[in-house]
């Protein structure tokens, strides 16, 4: 696969025409301290964790909600932290702060952003891979076109708009959050497979980018 297929921009029909994608492996849904202390050994001791968050939309303008599911997917599984359980603070920023360990997704900026207002804390070791893609002028930059781009999967965006501060997530909701994790790693592993992230720089978010 050369930059230049890459370069070339899918119409919706092209996606739509894709076979749909799903992550099929163990997902776990982290809600106690506990269930948090057996996901640590797989979180901390992976290189490069796939990452997402979920919030309620809201109607009202002017009006916004908090996240209320952080996902996690390493090279095992996906962990779903849900924060109306398992509030967001030290325990997860300590992983989202630290610089050894890659997080990568598309918009991971702003999602780190709406986190730090609800726990201080300074992200690092941030790969996003829609600037991955703007520097390597690429026409997809989203998390649904890349797939496409890269794998020839079309991934649903079905349950993007549902109540994520429900206590009890339905089976699609699980699917959906554990994918775009997942998918974000599968993406990030296969432009650094073609050469699209070969350096580093260091920012206020330790952005971690590649370019040609």
């Known amino acids: ?8 921009r899918l119409s919706s029909e092209e996606i739509n025409a894709l076979p749909l994608c799903h992550y099929e ?6 809600r106690t301290p506990e269930e948090w202390r057996l996901a640590q050994p797989d979180l901390y001791s992976t290189d490069i964790l796939g990452f997402d968050t979920e919030t309620r939309p809201t109607f009202h303008k002017g009006k916004r909600n908090a996240p209320a599911l952080v996902q996690l997917a390493t090279a095992n599984a996906v962990y779903l932290i849900q924060l109306g359980h398992l509030p967001f603070g030290p325990h997860l920023s300590a992983i989202l702060a630290n610089p050894c360990q890659v997080k990568t997704g ?9 986190l730090t207002r609800l726990y201080t804390f300074e992200p690092a070791g ?11 002028k690429l026409s997809s930059q989203g998390l649904r076109t890349l797939a496409a781009n890269l794998f020839g999967w079309r991934i649903s965006k079905g349950s993007q708009c549902s ?7 339905s089976p699609k909701q699980v699917t959906y959050a554990a994918t775009d ?7 990030f592993l296969r432009m650094r497979e073609l050469g699209l ?4 720089r260091t920012d206020t978010t330790s952005t971690i980018w590649g370019g040609q």
């Open 1 to 8: 696969m050369n930059t230049n297929t890459l370069r070339r």
């Open 197 to 200: 992230i070969n350096g580093e």
């Open 106 to 114: 598309v918009g991971i900026r702003d999602d780190m952003r709406e």
């Open 163 to 169: 109540n994520w501060g429900l206590a009890e997530l």
């Open 25 to 30: 492996g163990p997902v776990h849904l982290i």
């Open 126 to 136: 941030l790969v996003d891979l829609g600037s991955v893609a703007r520097a390597n």
């Open 181 to 187: 994790a997942w998918i974000g790693r599968c993406i």
